[in-house]
């Protein structure tokens, strides 16, 4: 089965550094990434990026506490919907669309995807429900009229083995990365927020702010695995690991 797998850059949020390195001072400005996936049998996005409402004044729509901890850098024509139909690709055609977690820069454009089925961690949307807007979660960024999916564990989408969803508890309760085997550069690991930075593996360098600190780095053992097995890690907010990914309509693999 032929898998195509591409990357979208929506927006940049800069925020403090030990947030995703513990114990770190000073700002980092990351990217935002969005991933399609186009396999024989159905569209899937991972991750969708921010809410269209945060393209004007984000602490409107995210409130105070987002807003004082995150500086926007989001523009007209960087949401997911615009990125697809950038490229030639309907919104409204997108079958699934894969969350890592319901953080607000990872399901914020679920809404511009109306079609899509919604496949998420069981015990995500559990806390999520329980959370409601607070903790980095908006209530409005998920609960968006779609049908969820909610899985338990692995999860292989297409029953092929090409597209994964992998558990990596850790981050959020529920998080979860996705494995994909494309036929052009073999295989893929989209993290999500299971692995921030490129550094953060090299180290075994936990978060500032975590769920399950014991669970990340268990996690991150795993990205090692993986990554001596030849998969590829896609760190999830690294600005500097970011320049060197092609973006869509290039392919990454
Ligand atoms: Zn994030």
Not at 91 to 96: C, F, R, T, V
Not at 150 to 156: A, P, R, S, Y
Not at 197 to 207: G, I, R, V, W, Y
């Amino acid at each position: 089965m032929a898998v195509e797998l591409y990357a979208f850059t929506c927006g940049f949020l800069t925020l403090p550094r030990a947030f995703l390195l513990k114990g770190e001072s000073g700002m980092i400005t990351v990217p935002v990434p969005s991933y399609l996936i186009v396999h024989p049998k159905g569209r899937v996005l991972f991750d969708t990026g921010l809410h269209e409402k945060e393209l004007e004044n984000p602490a409107d729509y995210a409130g105070d506490v987002i807003a004082r901890y995150h500086t926007f850098h989001f523009s007209a024509g960087e949401e997911i919907g615009a990125r697809l139909r950038a490229i030639g690709v309907d919104p409204d055609g997108i079958n699934i669309v894969v969350n890592s977690h319901l953080h607000f820069d990872h399901c914020g454009g679920n809404a511009q995807l109306p079609n899509a089925d919604i496949l998420i961690q069981r015990r995500e949307l559990e806390h999520a429900r329980a959370t409601g807007s607070t903790n980095g979660y908006l209530v409005t960024d998920w609960d968006t009229g779609q049908g969820f999916r909610e899985v338990d564990g692995e999860h292989d989408i297409f029953g092929d083995g090409t597209v994964v969803c992998l558990p990596t508890y850790g981050h959020t309760p529920g998080h979860q990365s996705l494995r994909v085997q494309t036929e052009l550069g073999g295989e893929y690991i989209l993290c999500g927020d299971a692995c921030y930075l490129k550094d953060s593996l090299e180290q075994m360098h936990a978060p500032g702010i975590i769920v399950d600190r014991e669970a990340a780095l268990a996690v991150f053992r795993k990205f090692r695995e993986l990554q001596e097995l030849g998969a590829r890690i896609m760190f999830g907010h690294d600005p500097d690991f970011w320049k060197s990914i092609p973006q869509a309509p290039v392919r990454l693999g």
